[in-house]
């Protein structure tokens, strides 16, 4: 009887080693890249004029993850740039792609939107700088390399934090004959206008809601040391110092890592990622002005983070699934009118850059007339186990944000924008007849009325996707 007893407890035993080892094992592994500008003065976009810099305030970096499930690898980037147009990063694609193994569809790179940092697409008044568009996606592709090499067994989970206080909706819709109307921007009788101040009386209603949701997503070792954490939020920027900057999105990064307690750790690195911000700001203009900076607002974003972190459950092996597809949208395109008097205008201010409003677009006009008809999209879905990320390559409002989520088959999502491309703002269709400035003709805000419908529907279609897929791979739960 007892060596019967004894055969079975072996046999058991036995098992549990072939199961053990038959079972594939998570790595993931963490880079950040330093992409600060090597040659200065650097160009800087994010303004309606163009502005030159002339030294670094605060270095910038492509924040590089790599994880992989034993059978996929994806990488997810995030890097301090205001936008970068899907030809560079699909550039920086192939050369990790080549250096790494890692498909480039199962890439997702996405800009922090920093309103300070070397500028490499044309936007508005400003250009591209030539020299830093050349040095960006060899950094960006040796920071996949980088992260890919580290690989090394890790546990996953995530978790859901809320910040009400540094979301508000910047649109404001208001009286009848108040907002400006941008004589090039291709709209008439604007109602809706940015930023209206606290005490204007001719302020009517915010445009949209917000998403205050703050995902974060940690990788930890076996054995519970913190390797990586992606933080998410839809805040539009807060605003940097004179310099180059990463803004608050690297003050966050720096105050996870103080939180986590992995100041002394070289391997550990935080990422924070923008969400769906296209309308949103961090002053609320239904409440008294309240003094702020980059410092005091990523300490309480990550004080946010950090209260979900704690609560996060983990998993020591969970299916990777990444799906990408394209879609061709039209372009708003001017008319032969709008073109005819753009071009007389833009005569006025021969051989200088643009640096008013009605200067600016008359100048995109032309632009956009010599552009092709349509625009072709790169949209992404990934499935960790049950958790859902939506890469849209738009600045995206927060109504389309919460849209996602609520019809993601996930329970939790996390939306990136600016993600594989800039192609513009899309504000939902209702929201086209108010105009205001993310309305307005432009570069970066070109893509047909009912461009926002399309792309949700297609990520929501998308998430549904890959959440169908390797669904018998059930999550293995990381024993504490």
């Excluded at 949208?329 to 201010?349: D, G, H, M, S």
Aim: hydrophobic letters at 40%; aromatic letters at 6%.
């Amino acid at each position: 009887m007892l060596l019967r007893v004894f055969a079975a407890v072996a046999c058991l035993f036995y098992c549990s080693i072939i199961s053990a080892a038959d079972r594939p094992v998570f790595r993931a592994g963490a880079f950040a890249i330093d992409v600060s500008p090597l040659e200065l003065p650097v160009i800087v976009n994010g303004g309606m004029s163009e502005r030159v810099i002339d030294k670094v305030d605060d270095r910038i970096h492509a924040r590089c993850l790599v994880l992989d499930d034993g059978s996929v690898q994806i990488a997810i980037v995030v890097v301090d740039s205001c936008m970068m147009p899907r030809e560079l990063l699909d550039e920086a694609k192939e050369m990790a792609a080549k250096a790494t193994g890692i498909p480039t569809h199962r890439m997702l790179i996405s800009a922090t939107h920093t309103h300070s940092a070397p500028s490499v697409h044309g936007c508005l008044g400003s250009d591209a700088d030539e020299k830093y568009t050349k040095f960006l996606p060899i950094q960006i592709a040796k920071g996949i390399t980088q992260a890919k090499e580290r690989l090394k067994p890790a546990r996953i989970g995530w978790a859901v934090g809320r910040d009400e206080t540094n979301v508000a909706c910047r649109h404001w819709e208001m009286k009848p004959g108040i907002a400006p109307t941008n004589p090039f921007g291709g709209t008439k009788d604007d109602t809706v206008m940015m930023h209206p101040g606290f005490d204007n009386p001719n302020k009517i209603r915010a445009t949209g809601p917000t998403d205050p949701e703050i995902p974060v997503l940690s990788l930890q070792t076996p054995d519970g040391k913190p390797l990586a954490v992606l933080t998410n939020y839809s805040l539009h920027y807060v605003g940097g110092p004179k310099g180059v900057s990463a803004d608050y999105y690297a003050n966050v990064c720096d105050e996870m890592r103080r939180l986590l307690g992995a100041d002394q750790s070289a391997d550990f690195m935080a990422v924070h990622s923008n969400a769906t911000s296209g309308d949103m700001w961090l002053m609320d203009y239904t409440k008294p002005k309240r003094m702020f900076d980059r410092e005091t607002v990523a300490k309480e974003v990550a004080a946010a983070a950090f209260a979900a972190f704690q609560k996060i459950e983990y998993f020591d092996w969970l299916p990777i699934v990444m799906q990408e597809e394209k879609l061709t949208l039209k372009i708003r395109k001017p008319t032969a009118e709008e073109v005819e008097q753009a071009t007389e205008f833009v005569k006025t201010f021969d051989g200088r850059k643009p640096k008013t409003v009605p200067e600016v677009y008359a100048r995109e006009t032309l632009l956009m007339h010599a552009m092709p008809p349509t625009r072709e999209l790169k949209l992404q879905a990934i499935r960790l186990g049950d958790l859902g990320i939506a890469a849209i390559p738009n600045e995206t409002y927060a109504s389309t944000g919460l849209f996602i989520k609520k019809n993601s088959p996930f329970k939790t999502t996390m939306n990136i924008e600016l993600a594989n491309g800039c192609e513009g703002y899309i504000p939902p269709e209702e929201l086209h007849k108010l105009g205001g400035y993310t309305t307005w003709r432009a570069r970066t805000s070109c893509l047909q009325v009912d461009a926002e419908e399309k792309i949700r529907d297609q990520l929501v279609k998308l998430l549904n996707q890959v959440a169908n897929e390797r669904t018998a791979e059930k999550p293995v739960i990381a024993q504490r």
